[in-house]
């Protein structure tokens, strides 16, 4: 039985719904964060060999587990770059150096790739974007750093937590978790 053309332009905007559960606040999870803003991610970490790709994964669910919940929020303005990372559920008092990285994240904790530099090879402080964020004895926590510039385009694609501070089986190198951001 065909469809009249009323039935068709019915199907029409639904192809305009944005993709992914929203938030609490109703925006899809990678949402634009305000006029000029930038990005928000809102995530729960889950396994990086899952049926459905995960936009945030964990590599040590000793210390990210399973469904704990990640938020990073990326601003720009006036050629700077501000990235706030918030998280609940994870290990309690418990530092975790995080980093902007230039891959994806994936199955294997090497898919995000090396640090993203502005100026590669340069050391200086501001060359990348690094902060250590800190948990409560509840597990929740949040960091922020900025930087006097933009990212590349294309080049910045997801945010790793590293293990810190040596936690069971876990040196302070280890990727613990990563979070997909387009940045």
């Known amino acids: 039985m065909p469809l009249s053309p009323a039935a068709g332009a ?17 925006r899809p999870t990678d949402a634009p964060a305000g006029p000029g803003a930038g990005r928000v991610v809102d995530a729960r970490f889950d396994r990086a060999d899952g049926f459905v790709p995960a936009r945030a994964v964990t590599h040590a669910p000793d210390l990210v587990p399973y469904g704990s919940q990640v938020r990073v929020t990326v601003g720009r303005a006036a050629g700077r770059t501000s990235v706030t990372v918030e998280l609940a559920g994870v290990a309690g008092s418990h530092e975790f150096p995080a980093h902007v990285h230039t891959g994806r994240c994936g199955a294997d904790p090497a898919s995000s790739g090396p640090h993203y530099q502005q100026v590669a090879g340069s050391d200086a402080a501001d060359n990348e974007v690094r902060m250590t964020l800190r948990t409560g004895p509840d597990g929740t926590g949040t960091a922020s750093a900025t930087v006097p510039w933009e990212f590349r385009p294309d080049e910045a694609h997801s945010l790793v937590l590293h293990a810190g501070t040596p936690a069971g089986p876990h040196a302070a190198a280890d990727r613990a978790a990563c979070v997909d951001v387009d940045f």
């Open 10 to 26: 019915l199907l029409v905007p639904l192809a305009l719904l944005p993709i992914g559960p929203p938030d609490a606040q109703g």
